[in-house]
Nanobody, 119 residues
């Protein structure tokens, strides 16, 4: 599976941004797609995930109520609303054969896209 992330940019606090992750290759209904982020000097953090088949979604506590993950065909989206400076990070999409919130278990990664939230 190959992943291509896009959509990052520089925005002001309170703005919205939508990230995309295009998936190439075979995905099964049991697979999951995760979004993670990594800020400078910090460990990679779970943001959201979606089950490929059922499209059930899960979110990290820091983004719950502000971010929405969804899938349309072979593209997974991360809609980010009410962005805060602490959301600044490189955002990665990743695929996994099993359900997991830990980035360490994901074996396919997109290249990352930078999101900067600053006034």
């Amino acid at each position: 599976v190959q992943l291509q992330a896009s959509g990052g940019g520089s925005v002001q606090p309170g703005d919205s941004l939508r990230l995309s992750c295009e998936v190439s290759g075979r995905m099964f209904s049991s697979n999951v797609m995760g979004w993670f982020r990594q800020a400078p000097g910090k460990e990679r953090e779970f943001v959201a995930l979606i089950r490929w088949g059922a499209r059930t979604t899960y979110y990290g506590d820091s983004v719950k109520g502000r971010f929405t993950v969804s899938r349309d065909s072979d593209t997974v989206y991360l809609q980010m609303n009410s962005l805060k400076p602490e959301d600044t990070a490189i955002y990665y999409c990743a695929a996994n054969n099993e359900f997991s919130f830990s980035y360490k278990t994901y074996d396919s990664w997109g290249q990352g896209t930078l999101v900067t939230v600053s006034s």
